[in-house]
């Protein structure tokens, strides 16, 4: 699959426009910022594949979150430096996700990168933000 990034930093605006018509064959939903860091937690992500599916895109959109790309946003991974209308191609057999922008583009946004807020500030959850690792390490607290 390749096609244009749709660039979603909760699960909640992701579903949303895909419910209203915002999501059209070809896109490539990425849903950022729900991963153990970020959402603080990770999000089983069945409402936009079941949203997907209940508008008939599953079969011509792709899905992207934390739960496929590691490191995650909340930690400074690539996956949130991706903008709106990346061209983002999938390639399922040899386990590749790629963005094509330039070493150098890629490079600029990094450098600009500013995490965003968490969610969570206080209390069990905003320890184990802290704490966790990335989910290709299993999310554990360390």
């Excluded at 992701?14 to 849903?31: H, L, Q, R, T």
């Excluded at 089983?44 to 209940?54: I, K, Q, R, V, Y």
């Excluded at 094509?100 to 890629?106: C, F, K, Q, T, Y």
């Amino acid at each position: 699959h390749e096609g244009p990034a749709r660039v979603f930093d909760c699960e909640e605006d992701a579903i949303s426009a895909i419910y209203n018509g915002k999501i059209v064959p070809g896109d490539v939903v990425v849903i950022r910022y729900e991963g153990p860091k970020g959402g603080p937690g990770m999000r089983e992500m069945l409402n936009p594949t079941s949203a997907l599916a209940g508008m008939k895109l599953d079969t011509t959109v792709a899905l992207i979150t934390i739960g496929h790309v590691s490191p995650e946003a909340a930690s400074g991974g690539e996956i949130g430096l991706v903008e709106e209308g990346d061209i983002i191609s999938i390639d399922i057999p040899n386990s590749k996700v790629n963005v094509n922008i330039s070493d150098e583009e890629m490079e600029a946004r990094r450098a600009k990168y500013v995490p965003r807020e968490p969610n969570v500030k206080s209390g069990w959850l905003y320890r184990y933000s802290r704490l966790v690792t990335s989910a290709d390490q299993g999310a554990v607290v360390r």
